[in-house]
C-alpha cells in the first residue's frame, strides 16, 4: 500500500540544525516529484519545499530558504529536510508528500507527519 | 507573492449543502486543488484540477473554478464531513505552492 512514514523530529534550541527524513513505500518513489509541508500548532498548511522526481530542481519558500535543504536518495526511496539555523516560527508538525504527477500540481499522499518544536 | 483567501467558517445543516469559497487574484487561471483535514490527522485530496475527484472521494464533493473565485461543494453534508478546508494552487510565476487560509466546516 501507498505509504510516506517521517522521522527525525524532536525539541531543538533555537539555531541547532535537525534533519527530518521521509521513507516512501508502495510506489515508484523515483518517478514523482516530492514535498515537505508544515503546520504551525493550530494554524494553517504552509509549503516548505519541493524537490523534483530526479532531484534537478528544488524550490523552496521564501521563510526558509538559505537555511533548509531538501534532497532525496531515490536508491533509498528516502525523502529529506535539513534544517538549519532553526527559529521559535518554525515549531511545526512537518509533513512529507507525494506530488501528484502528470502537470497535476497537487498533493495526493501524506505521511501522518512528524513534531519539530524550536524552544530553549 | 501568490495570495488565497477562506472564509474562516462555514456552518451546515446535515443534508444540506456546504460551499467553501477560496479568492485569488485570476484564479480561474489556475488549476485549484482542495484537502480536507479532521483534528490530528493529515490532510486528504479531495478534488484536483478544480473539479476531478481522486478514487473513494464522495460524489458529494465537486468543485468549480472561474474568475477570482474557486468553489469547493459538499452536497448532502454529514457529521463526518466536519473538519478544516484548505484550497492550493501553484503559481507558475514564482515555482512556489499556495495553500489557502483555511475554512473549518461545522455540522450542526
Known amino acids: 500500500q501507498v505509504q510516506l512514514v517521517e522521522s527525525g523530529g524532536g525539541v531543538v534550541q533555537p539555531g541547532g540544525s535537525l534533519r527530518l527524513s521521509c521513507a516512501a513505500s508502495?510506489?515508484?518513489?523515483?518517478?514523482?516529484?516530492m514535498h515537505w509541508v508544515r503546520q504551525a500548532p493550530g494554524k494553517g498548511l504552509e509549503w516548505v519545499a519541493f524537490i523534483r522526481y530526479d532531484g534537478s530542481n528544488k524550490y523552496y519558500a521564501d521563510s526558509v530558504k538559505g537555511r533548509f535543504t531538501i534532497s532525496r536518495d531515490n536508491s533509498k526511496n528516502t525523502l529529506y529536510l535539513q534544517m538549519n539555523s532553526l527559529r521559535a516560527e518554525d515549531t511545526a508538525v512537518y509533513y512529507c508528500?507525494?506530488?501528484?504527477?502528470?502537470?497535476?500540481?497537487?498533493?495526493?499522499?501524506w505521511g501522518q507527519g512528524t513534531m519539530v518544536t524550536v524552544s530553549s | 507573492s501568490y495570495v488565497l483567501t477562506q472564509p474562516p467558517s462555514v456552518s451546515v445543516a446535515p443534508g444540506q449543502t456546504a460551499r467553501i469559497t477560496c479568492g485569488g487574484n485570476?484564479?480561474?487561471?489556475?488549476?485549484v486543488h482542495w484537502y480536507q483535514q479532521k483534528p490530528g490527522q493529515a490532510p486528504v485530496l479531495v478534488v484536483y484540477d478544480d473539479s476531478d475527484r481522486p478514487s473513494g472521494i464522495p460524489e458529494r464533493f465537486s468543485g468549480s473554478n472561474s474568475g477570482n473565485t474557486a468553489t469547493l461543494t459538499i452536497s448532502r453534508v454529514e457529521a463526518g464531513d466536519e473538519a478544516d478546508y484548505y484550497c492550493?494552487?501553484?503559481?507558475?510565476?514564482?515555482?512556489?505552492?499556495?495553500f489557502g487560509t483555511g475554512t473549518k466546516v461545522t455540522v450542526l
Open positions: 492550493q494552487v501553484w503559481d507558475s510565476s514564482s515555482d512556489h505552492y499556495v
Open positions: 508502495g510506489f515508484t518513489f523515483s518517478s514523482y516529484g
Open positions: 508528500a507525494k506530488e501528484s504527477g502528470d502537470y497535476v500540481h497537487a498533493f495526493d499522499i
Open positions: 485570476n484564479i480561474g487561471s489556475k488549476s
